[in-house]
């Protein structure tokens, strides 16, 4: 019997840790931003400023684990993020006011995730593929899908039948009895924990060994307009999709849905987005991954425009229907266009600059929409700015096919 490739392991690690990440810390927060909000008397802004910390927190790490990794490797940094993420999660079922909600999630949470999070799983991943690289990454990303898919609707119920203080504890334990024993056992990439090299993905030369990929290093990459193209165009995408899917069960709600059934939505948003990364997984191995970057944007704008004439529950589940496919989309293709602009030798601190700049879009699209939302009673305005954003993001990636690097040059 053949012997399954390590690097398919690898991408079955990422996809549940990415499970655990994304759907405790992510998929979850709208669930408990409205029941927390409503609970502890905070406004839309002050309680989605927490998760725009958060993200900035784990932007800023991210620039360093890149390069902790590439001395350590991926399995102590994940490791430490699995204990770091349960005790955040335990701290806040502690919350009683709001700087400790800003120090337990923003801080405490948001440290532990970032080493179990996109930029150490998408290293590990891209550095066992090469033809088959948008595909692995696809496959890994869809577990932040399957994460909000179960974590969100599951977070509704424990906080309906229970508390959202239990159900913190609920994650915190999640992360741990999964997060160690996953990054312990399997996580590692080929340059520094393996021997295997990177596969081409084709049939039996799936274990074929080939030279790594060299690269740019990180200043020279950031000295080319397509990595600020690249950039740019996904961080106004990042603050249009977070100014909405963070208030869309609050959103639902003041329409006086059950929150039971707003938090289905997001569970609904979530297993859409998995036939998105595996389908655009796939056809980023085709053809060019700024079409790819388009036809998912497109959803995302056309999920938009549904939202802001939404009045009842079926064109909330048509929204998410959208929106999941075309944030699935844009999953892989940030980390597969990085790696083929810039090769893999330096992948690690390219795509967490690269991430770094799409986080001031996670940052400013939450507390944006909240202050809106605050001023105006109504998250109209800010939905159609996600619109026009989205627009944009399209056409600044687009034009980064005007400068695309050749490896090595």
């Known amino acids: 019997m053949r012997r399954i490739y390590h690097g398919w392991w690898v991408v079955g690690g990422a996809f549940i840790l990415l499970f655990c990440t994304q759907g405790t810390r992510y998929y ?4 408990f931003f409205d029941a927390m909000m409503r609970d502890m008397g905070w406004s839309r802004a002050q309680t989605s400023a927490a998760l725009s910390i958060g993200m900035f927190v784990v932007g800023v790490m991210g620039l360093s684990i890149g390069v902790i990794i590439r001395k350590t490797g991926v399995k102590p940094v994940m490791i430490f993020g ?3 993420a349960g005790v955040g999660f335990a701290l806040l079922s502690t919350v009683s006011a709001l700087w400790q909600f800003y120090i337990f999630y923003g801080l405490v949470l948001s440290i532990g995730i970032a080493c179990i999070h996109l930029v150490p799983n998408m290293v590990a991943v891209q550095s066992w593929f090469i033809e088959k690289r948008s595909t692995a990454l696809g496959i890994a990303t869809s577990g932040a899908g399957a994460g909000g898919l179960l974590m969100a609707p599951l977070a509704g119920w ?8 239990t159900a913190f504890l609920f994650m915190a334990a999640m992360v741990v009895l999964i997060g160690v024993p996953i ?3 399997i996580m590692q990439k080929t ?3 393996g021997k295997s090299t990177p596969a081409r993905g084709q049939g039996k030369s799936d274990t074929a060994s080939i030279p790594p990929v060299e690269g740019f290093t990180l200043s020279q990459a950031m000295k080319r307009r397509a990595f600020w193209s690249i950039s740019t165009g996904v961080m106004l995408l ?7 899917v963070v208030h869309q069960v609050a959103f639902a709600v003041d329409m006086g849905i059950e929150r039971t059934v707003a ?3 997001v569970g609904l948003l979530c297993a859409f987005s998995i036939p998105g990364r595996l389908g655009f997984g796939r056809l980023g191995d085709v053809i060019d991954k700024r079409f790819v970057f388009v036809i998912a944007a497109s959803f995302q704008i056309a999920a938009f425009i549904v939202l802001v ?7 909330l589940y048509i929204y998410s229907l959208l929106i999941g496919v075309g944030m699935g989309g844009v999953g892989p293709i940030l980390p597969g266009l990085i790696a083929d602009y810039f090769g893999s030798k330096y992948f690690g601190g390219i795509y967490a600059a690269s991430f770094f700049v799409l986080l001031f879009g996670t940052v400013i699209g939450p507390v944006y929409a909240g202050w809106i939302f605050d001023t105006t009673g109504s998250y109209s305005f800010a939905f159609l700015t996600s619109i026009v954003l989205s627009f944009v993001a399209i056409i600044s990636v687009y034009l980064s096919g005007w400068e695309k690097p050749q490896v090595g040059q």
Do not use: C, D
Not at 309 to 315: A, G, L, S
């Open 158 to 165: 424990l906080i309906s039948m229970y508390s959202w203080q």
């Open 191 to 193: 340059s520094r924990e």
């Open 309 to 315: 004439n939404t009045t009842n529950v079926t064109m």
């Open 28 to 31: 979850a927060f709208p669930v």
């Open 238 to 244: 990042a603050w249009a999709f977070n100014g909405v």
């Open 82 to 84: 699995s204990v770091v």
């Open 263 to 265: 938090a289905g939505a």
């Open 183 to 185: 990054s312990a056992v």
